[in-house]
């Protein structure tokens, strides 16, 4: 049985194929149009799903949309005119769009894939919870979904058992932990949806003076991490920004417009607002554990991608082990809605070992061969050179230990926001300029902004306060004590931006500001060729742990194609680009750098 996942029209579109209970496939949308968080029919994703899979549209028995539209109208609809008048400009630009579109997902899925056969539709955190618990290695287990909106549910948990998830409580819209973190990305100056991480990022840079500010105006939290927001400061429910004049008032002042300077303020409000946001997550996870008494627990939602709040959870929290779905965010309701039809709708048995999920390593995107990669680099006349497995890795452990910067092209691209050794920039994690380096020189963006060490799995508690597994970059733990350098008097007392240049450890390229790393663990079985290189970069220094950033620039998504990669390799000071088998030196690469590229990239930035 072939099942096909679908999640569009709002942010981060993607499709996921399942066969026999099987992912087969998963692929964000941007990935393909090279259009960031693109929301539009995927397209391209589908298509290729279903190449990946050898089949045809015709050959599909189900397919699965992530969410209700006519539950989404409905509450948009309710909401503006509970709102009305105000929010008039926001009704009529959202409309046309819904009216011409949206709601007619099952006409349209027909129409573009020339499908006759049968179309189902989950709940958006029934999509959710489904991608939280099907995937995950636990049989039985609690799980918690938090977003910014669904239908009319922003918080959900409930039970997986075998093959069915059922779902106890919800809290309902306008009551958001995502769009309340949203609402501060908006006034900090980042953008919604996109910027959030940065937020999270930022936020060990400040103090949390604002924290008792936003527990007695903004939000009242219960005991049971249940909440309402008071709406007399927000904007988000009918207009056309995420706050108004009276959080302004609160806040001293206007949001910071983007790209100007990043101040004190801004960093002492991220920390406040994360440190509220792990309140909540805590308080929900125990509520979940006392309500179910689950061993186990899942996580989905944009919110789950929150990694130092999953780390809190995983420490304090009262479960013995967590799994979180790696696409978390909307492009995880695809897969999620697949399984659902599988598993919920059809019936099917699920069998989980307790160990290993069965995400594959979420490497369920495009692979390009040794013949594709060749057929490109001739086709274009780049030179390279070509080398044996065992020469490719030991060149680039070699250029790595020397410091260079690599573009990193293998495999299966990712499914999921994070690069995890397939379509990755890596560096000496030992090295105390890399992170401005690449920041600055590479990734084209904030200084502040901190990188994730990839460790083998089997030296991971040597370097990190974590004694599991972190395949997906999901979880937030400290350096080692042992690793750490103690900070002179002088460095103590410095503030805000000051201390992203104090060496904190013997891996200062992935050590934040305050001793943390967001960890990915690496695995021969999982990993392979990535797994080989960390591995022959160890025997040459010493150290398992390298620096690994997704493969693109500031404001594009993560590169899919050989074409993609060396695109973005001509575009940054990147030193090597290593696809597959061939390794190019940019000092030998012609000047392809075009009038057309300059203006590209200043647009994006």
């Known amino acids: 049985m072939n099942i096909l996942g679908i999640s569009c029209f709002y942010h981060d579109s993607a499709a996921a194929l399942v066969r026999d209970g099987v992912i087969i496939a998963a692929a964000q949308e941007e990935r393909f149009t090279r259009k960031k968080h693109d929301f539009g029919f995927p397209h391209h994703a589908i298509q290729y799903c279903l190449e990946e899979s050898q089949i045809h549209a015709a050959d599909l028995d189900i397919i699965a949309f992530y969410d209700k539209p006519f539950i989404k109208f ?12 105000r929010g008039i400009r926001s009704y009529l630009m959202a409309m046309p769009l819904w009216l011409k579109q949206k709601l007619w997902i099952p006409d349209l899925i027909r129409n573009e894939l020339d499908y006759d056969g049968r179309i189902i539709f989950p709940e958006h955190h029934e999509s959710h919870a489904a991608s939280a618990f099907f995937p995950s290695p636990f049989q039985q287990a609690a799980f918690l979904t938090m977003d910014g909106v669904g239908e009319w549910t922003t918080t959900s948990f409930g039970v997986g058992v075998d093959n069915k998830i059922f779902i106890d409580a919800e809290l309902h819209f306008p009551h958001s932990l995502g ?13 919604v949806n996109s910027g959030e991480y940065k937020v999270m990022g930022l936020a060990p840079y400040g103090e949390p003076k604002y924290v008792r500010t936003i527990l007695d105006h903004l939000i009242d939290l219960k005991q049971d991490g249940s909440f309402k927001l008071n ?14 004049k009276k959080f302004d008032r609160l806040f001293g002042g206007p949001p910071r417009k983007p790209e100007s300077l990043i101040s004190q303020k801004e960093m002492d409000l991220a920390r406040s607002v994360q440190e509220v946001a792990e309140e909540i997550m805590l308080r929900s996870a125990r509520h979940v554990h006392r309500e179910t008494r689950q061993k186990y627990l899942c996580l989905a939602g944009g919110v789950a991608l929150n990694c130092v709040a999953n780390g809190r959870i995983l420490r304090e929290g009262p479960f013995e082990d967590i799994w979180i779905q790696p696409a978390a965010g909307d ?21 989980a070992d307790g160990i290993n999920d069965s995400q594959s390593a979420s490497l369920l995107g495009p692979a390009f061969t040794n013949q ?48 995890l050794g397939s379509r990755s920039i890596i560096g000496d994690a030992r090295s105390p300029n890399m992170q401005s380096r ?10 502040f902004r901190p990188f994730a060490p990839s460790v083998l799995q089997e030296r991971v508690s040597d370097y990190f306060d974590l ?31 000051e201390k992203l240049h104090v060496v904190r450890s013997d891996i ?37 742990v390298i620096i690994n950033t997704s493969f693109n620039v500031r404001g594009e998504p993560i590169v899919c194609t050989p074409d993609d990669a060396y695109r973005c390799f001509m575009r940054t000071e990147m030193d090597y680009l290593v696809m597959g088998d061939f390794i190019l030196d940019k000092k030998k690469q012609p000047q392809l750098l075009q009038d057309d590229d300059r203006r590209r990239q200043y647009e994006l930035d």
């Open 438 to 447: 690449m920041n600055m020189k590479i990734k084209y963006r904030e200084s």
């Open 231 to 244: 709406m007399e400061y927000f904007n988000y429910a009918a207009g056309l920004t995420m706050t108004n």
């Open 74 to 85: 409905e509450r948009i609809l309710e909401t503006y005119l509970a709102y009305a008048p």
């Open 179 to 191: 769009l309340l973190y949203s609402a501060f990305t908006y006034y900090i100056g980042f953008k």
């Open 372 to 419: 594709d990669i060749a057929k490109f680099l001739d086709e274009n006349a780049i030179p390279y050179s070509r080398f044996n497995e065992t020469e490719i890795i030991e060149k680039t452990a070699a250029l790595l230990a020397a410091e260079k910067v690599i573009g990193w092209f293998q495999g299966r691209m990712e499914f999921g926001p994070r690069a």
């Open 467 to 497: 004694d599991r597994s972190s395949p997906y970059m999901l979880l937030v733990a400290n350096v080692k004590k042992e690793k750490q350098r103690r900070m002179t008097d002088v460095q103590k007392d410095l503030w805000g931006i």
């Open 508 to 544: 200062p390229a992935v050590t934040h500001v305050d001793y943390s790393a967001r960890i990915q663990t690496v695995t021969k079985e999982k990993n392979g060729r990535y797994y080989a290189l960390i591995k022959k970069f160890e025997d040459i220094t010493g150290c398992p």
């Open 331 to 351: 492009a995880g309701g695809a897969l999620g809605a697949a399984l659902y039809a599988w598993h919920q709708v059809e019936d099917k048995p699920r069998r």
